[in-house]
């Protein structure tokens, strides 16, 4: 049985920072493409970033380019999400989601296994 557990969600002040984890179990990372989605209290579930099976390949929403960085490391089946210089509209619950075996994408429909969430919260 494949699971994902994020971890690393919190409290921070706007302008601050966070790292995200999401560790997969029951399975090796290998193969899958990951990608991180967030879903704030009234609003749709949107994709945030995405990175392929092999690292190679990665994409953002444009809300967060420059602000957020996604990476893997496989060996510890694991997948980050950095995200640096938060804004109060970047608070929601964050998810983790995987999908075997596809080039990276952010279409939340393409994903088959996802985490239960952390929720990100920016607040002076």
């Known amino acids: 049985q494949l699971q994902l557990v994020e971890s690393g969600g919190g409290l921070v002040h706007p302008g601050g920072s966070l790292k995200l984890s999401c560790v997969l179990s029951g399975f090796t990372l290998d193969h899958y493409a990951m990608a991180w989605f967030r879903q704030a209290p009234g609003k749709e579930r949107e994709g945030v970033s995405c990175i392929s099976s092999n690292g190679g390949s990665t994409n953002y929403a444009d809300s967060v380019k420059g602000r957020f960085t996604i990476s893997r490391d496989n060996a510890k089946n694991t997948v980050y999400l950095q995200m640096n210089s938060l804004k109060p509209e970047d608070t929601a619950v964050y998810y983790c989601?995987?999908?075997?075996?596809?080039?990276?994408?952010?279409?939340?429909?393409?994903?088959?296994?996802w985490g239960q969430g952390t929720q990100v919260t920016v607040s002076s």
């Open positions: 989601a995987a999908a075997f075996e596809i080039a990276a994408t952010m279409e939340a429909y393409e994903y088959d296994y």
